[in-house]
């Protein structure tokens, strides 16, 4: 079957069973691979420029397809990043001789994002390394390919960590500045992207741009939140702080609604250094609070504990054997839950990560555990994005959607503080245009427990969640790639062609992540 | 493969498991030096599902330093290690499996060696045999009530063969091992070999000469908070579940730093390629040209306060003296300091 490539910034219908989803348009969500005009020249030209084009199967293989699993596509030939140099060379080549440059850091999108489809595959990893620490202004400067955990090791030698990062230790700095990054500690300090001073860019027609909020303003903002669309992102400046273990405490709900009551209620009282939301289902719904000293954890417990709703983990180990005696029918999702912490917790709670009771390297622990317990082959996280007010009422359509489709399935819910001044990154991102003060975001993550699952039946699931986003008037983190489809919808079209706009004139042939959102 | 014995241990889960999480890299030295994805084993593992062979991943494969710092952290439990010795076997480089097996049976034709009378057994590496008066110590402090001896035969043949993923002759095996059976205690220096010896020898204690010394109480006793102790990082991450608390322990009894990292993985110092440790490559790695044997101990240094480096490899050892002037010392020597 002829899959016709269609312009970027389109979106062509399906050819695959366009019927076959009963209400829902199939728009073609995998592009056609890009046919490959003008490739040996465009090879030919690179080499020539001195840089090393790896078009072996192997090179290929290994960026075929992202964590999500459900998006595959082979580029033509694979560059590891060097320099920004290199970088720049290689977009000018890209520019000139019309071929696609897809860039891919962690490659940990799910909606394949960070696969090629023909073209270049640009292995940003290569450039990985810090490059100055100031310890007394509390910056770094790295580049910009390197992983978040890479980058806490540096500086953590020197006493020092991070602000705000996704729970993820393979998550790229370029990555997560061009689309946003949560932590458990975002309800405080914002988005990962926040944290960045500025940045060093190559943009799709190969100039090499340094940007700030006050240098190269209006680069800074597109590029910060803007999905790979106005430059590659070499070089970053963040904001780092002093290291401190943290101490957590958890408390569980049997209602998501009135968790996220309590959630919210933290978070407008600054009442926690950290909070998010992780549930097992809607059956055990767990507030995470952690502090990063003595004193803030104490006044948590003098002036908010009592007013949480939530219970420690035997009153809430009571009430629910309670429940299931009570509904013996369920006694299937009582094993389930009862098997889930038994593996669960422990990894929590490694002693190894811990010392007198404070964690020591939280990264390390979620990301261990979200590997284990939740990574597999195939992942589809599906989320929504809101106001704070809209938030309750979207988790509670999303979860519905969740139990219509996968026997087993987690939510992470966490707030992320919004600053004003940063409202122009934020246009056409994950953070939805009608929140203020905070924004909300929720993973609906099932759990494919090793069974096969259709693309369909998967595109189904995420669609139905992304339906309710329309419809409340939200946003979404993950809204490239496949499920572009619903940018439009959620933005609708005049702020789309603003930036389609904005896109053609910084990149003429249309080379740069071209099918990750128009 | 009649008469030979499949050294490697078969991995729970191959490569068609991975799902390419990236975690292997953060560990992974090759990855650190080279910043290539193709030569770590995530990238092996892809083109392994891919389709391609042995052939085409070669120049990886034979990158691969087998610290196995990979295995502890890959959420899918994938035998690392043993996939990439895999793969070197099935890159038989015929004059190369000649030579290790001419070695092998050369040394499986030499008379018994008697068997040793007493419980247990230290089996040094080549790099401990050349330090006779610290390999002297060493047993001493591990039989310090005169219970363990030193193997005629450590396997040096062995573990090289091993390493390069080559076949043991069943009857080379069935002689290094013989001696070795109803031990109550095997201490050994070779990482590579300790985790196979596991395998062969499942109902023996078997332990590496780091965890074996670093469990004596006056060797314990002589390690300061200052000093930068060098887990060797084979054997450790051969036994990562149960040495990740005996180490965690040491820390807070001594004090001392370790060459871990926020995973509680172990920094290999020296990490070596195969054609490295079969002395057909002088650098670490001729493939991008920056390539530097002591970038490892350096990068372990880094930013680290640190008066002493205790090691628990002779290999290690060295690495740290080219590069630092701090004073270097094998933990078998930590007991006659700390007297002094």
Redo the contacts between chains.
Sequence with gaps: MHVTDVEPGTLGPCHVAPDALRGIKRQQTNPARWSGPNWPEFSAAVRARGIEL?E????R???????G?TAYGLAHGVV?A?STGQVALLLRAAQEYRVPVTVCG??LTTEGESVAFGGVLL?M????RVLHIDAEALTVRTEA?I?W??L???L???DLDYLSAPLN??SSVGGTLGVGGIDVNSARLGCSADQALALQVVTPTGEIVECSDTHNAELFQRVILGYGQFGVITAATLRVRRYTPLRMHYFYYASLSTAIEDLQLLDRNDASDYSGILTIMDCAVNVLVAFDSDEREAAFMADWRARLRGCGEFGFGLRTLIHYVLRPWKLGEAWYLLQRKRELFPELRR???MRDGTMF?R??VF??AV??FW???QMVIPDLATSAAKFALAVERGNAVCRRYFPHYTLYLVGIKLRPEHGPHYEMSCIPPDAAGWAYGCEFEPMLDGRAYSRDYLQSFKNEIYDIGVDIGASYYRFGGMMKGYIRRVFGDALVDRHLAMKRRADPAMILNRHVIF | MLGFTNNTPQPHKDHAACSGCSLCLLVCPVWRRSRDIGLTPLGRAKALQYGAAAADIAASVQSCTLCAACEPVCPEEIGLVALTLDLRRQLAQPALAESLRARMEERAARPHAPRTSLAAVLLPDPALRARPATLARAAALLGGTGTIALAHDAGADIALALEAGAAVPAQRLARFLQPLRGLKKIVVADGLLLRHLQQWLPRSKIRSVGEALSSLANVRGALRAGDLYVIEPRAYHADYQRLVRHYDGLRSVAGCAFNLDLQRIAIPAAARSLPQRLGWETAIDAADGSADASEQARWILQGRKVTRIVVESMEDGAAFERVSRLPVVHLADLADDGKS
């Design positions: 790896l072996t199967t192997a090179a293989a290994t960026f075929a397809t992202d964590a699993g590891i060097r962690g490659g292995d990893t290569g450039m990985s390919g992983f955990h890479s806490a090791e540096e953590r030698r020197q230790l393979t002693p190894e990560y390297d990264s390390v990301s261990r590997w284990k990574g597999s082959r």
